[in-house]
Antibody, heavy 112, light 108 residues
Framework: EVQLVESGGGLVQPGGSLRLSCAAS????????MKWVRQAPGKGLEWVAN????????YYLDSVKGRFTIFRDNTKNSVYLQMNSLRAEDTAVYFCATLAIWGQGTLVTVSS | SYEVTQPPSVSVSPGHTATITCSGDALPKKYVYWYQQKSGQAPVLVIYEDSKRPTGIPERFSGSSSGTMATLTVSGAQVDDEADYYC???????????FGGGTKLSVL
């Protein structure tokens, strides 16, 4: 079965860090541009970051630039999102996705 | 930062045609993608590269783009099509992407 599974979400205090992981199965991740997308409670989808197939090109939403880092390990068929200096406004469900394949998301809650 | 704009809501009677628009300055040169998201679920791609339909998506979903506006059309809308629909596209550099604010489609 073709799927993406995110993990690593949870409750973190403002200023804290989390690393999200996204593991692919049933297909080869290295053939795909990958993105992270988030959705705050009751809100719409928001693109967060992209990484190209070999990891040489990365692009970020302005509000996360300098705080978040997207990277991938094609040998592990996985992509990651390192999130530092977290803020309350980063609270959301985070999805990893190719163009057409999406995970079910992992919830990140930033609160004291 | 770049934005694409959608109407917040569209209503249609069952069996009739719904149209959802997406406008953005870069659309004449950039593809638009459309996602359907039902409550509590991950998004599903229903149209890619303006007008192409992925395998498994019903033929009643179609897309088009002209100038700075793209359109998602649901012909013969069904109650099961009730969902939030998002357009997705890139800025003129092709490196920074954006979702529209989403359109809630009501079929009633």
């Amino acid at each position: 079965e073709v799927q993406l599974v995110e993990s690593g979400g949870g409750l973190v205090q403002p200023g804290g860090s989390l690393r999200l992981s996204c593991a692919a199965s049933g297909f080869t991740l290295s053939n795909n541009l990958m993105k992270w997308v988030r959705q705050a409670p009751g809100k719409g989808l928001e693109w967060v970051a992209n990484i190209n197939q070999d990891g040489s090109e990365k692009y970020y939403l302005d509000s996360v630039k300098g705080r978040f880092t997207i990277f991938r390990d094609n040998t592990k068929n996985s992509v990651y999102l390192q999130m530092n200096s977290l803020r309350a406004e980063d609270t959301a469900v985070y999805f990893c996705a190719t163009l057409a394949i999406w995970g079910q998301g992992t919830l990140v809650t930033v609160s004291s | 930062s770049y934005e694409v704009t959608q109407p917040p809501s569209v209503s249609v009677s069952p069996g009739h045609t719904a149209t959802i628009t997406c406008s953005g300055d870069a659309l004449p040169k950039k593809y638009v993608y459309w996602y359907q998201q039902k409550s509590g679920q991950a998004p599903v791609l229903v149209i890619y590269e303006d007008s192409k339909r992925p395998t498994g998506i019903p033929e009643r979903f179609s897309g088009s783009s002209s100038g700075t506006m793209a359109t998602l059309t649901v012909s013969g809308a069904q109650v099961d099509d009730e969902a939030d629909y998002y357009c997705y596209s890139a800025d003129s550099s092709g490196n920074y992407w954006v979702f529209g604010g989403g359109t809630k489609l009501s079929v009633l």
